[in-house]
């Protein structure tokens, strides 16, 4: 399934970003994406692992925990909506999971570790999913999101997560 295969109402524009950093949804760029983040993940120097590039910006294990909390908001809702569960899923602000995550404090084995755990969960249960449960449409922070969507949105969310690193903690 290609991006393009979406229609704009089965996502908020503001996640189009993130869609647009993506090609195609499979098992295989699911679990390739994650083995790339992982690579590049591993590849980050441990004095860059605790550097803000400016005040009030997060840590690169900081970055890390958010992509780990972001994914399983979003697997979670693409479960629901999956199983044609019409409640709709709230919002959540990412800025208020940082600081009780304590990221800072875990060491970076620890940090991919469970990032791989995660993906391997997330590659699991898009697995699972039939095409038909790829295309239900569910409410998410106030906006209609496809199952489908919710896939590229998590690729894309990471694919712009490395690329903040790239640029800005390792220049």
Same mark, same amino acid.
């Given at each position: 399934? +290609?991006?393009?295969?979406?229609?704009?109402?089965?996502? +908020? =524009?503001?996640y189009?970003?993130?869609i647009?950093?993506t090609s195609?949804?499979?098992l295989?760029?699911?679990k390739?994406?994650?083995?790339?983040?992982? @690579?590049f993940?591993k @590849?980050i120097p441990s004095?860059?692992?605790?550097?803000?590039y400016a005040?009030g910006k997060?840590t $690169?294990k900081?970055?890390?925990?958010?992509?780990m909390d972001?994914?399983?908001?979003?697997t979670y809702?693409a479960?629901?909506i999956?199983?044609?569960?019409q409640? =709709?899923?709230p919002?959540?602000e990412?800025?208020?999971?940082?600081l =009780?995550s304590q990221?800072?404090?875990?060491? $970076?084995?620890?940090l991919? +570790?469970?990032f791989?755990?995660?993906?391997a969960a997330?590659?699991?249960l898009?697995d699972?999913? @039939?095409?038909?449960?790829l295309k239900?449409l569910g409410?998410?922070?106030?906006s =209609?999101?496809s199952?489908?969507?919710?896939?590229f949105?998590?690729m894309?969310?990471?694919i712009h997560h490395?690329?903040?690193?790239?640029?800005r903690y390792? +220049?």
């Amino acid at each position: 399934m +290609n991006k393009d295969d979406l229609n704009p109402g089965e996502y +908020n =524009p503001y996640y189009g970003t993130y869609i647009k950093k993506t090609s195609g949804l499979s098992l295989d760029s699911l679990k390739s994406s994650g083995e790339k983040t992982i @690579s590049f993940l591993k @590849s980050i120097p441990s004095d860059k692992l605790e550097f803000r590039y400016a005040e009030g910006k997060w840590t $690169i294990k900081e970055i890390i925990q958010h992509l780990m909390d972001a994914e399983r908001i979003f697997t979670y809702r693409a479960l629901r909506i999956a199983r044609k569960d019409q409640t =709709p899923l709230p919002g959540f602000e990412q800025d208020d999971y940082v600081l =009780p995550s304590q990221a800072n404090t875990r060491s $970076i084995e620890d940090l991919i +570790n469970e990032f791989t755990a995660i993906k391997a969960a997330t590659v699991s249960l898009f697995d699972s999913f @039939s095409d038909e449960m790829l295309k239900a449409l569910g409410k998410a922070s106030n906006s =209609p999101v496809s199952v489908r969507a919710i896939g590229f949105i998590i690729m894309g969310h990471e694919i712009h997560h490395c690329e903040v690193i790239k640029e800005r903690y390792l +220049n």
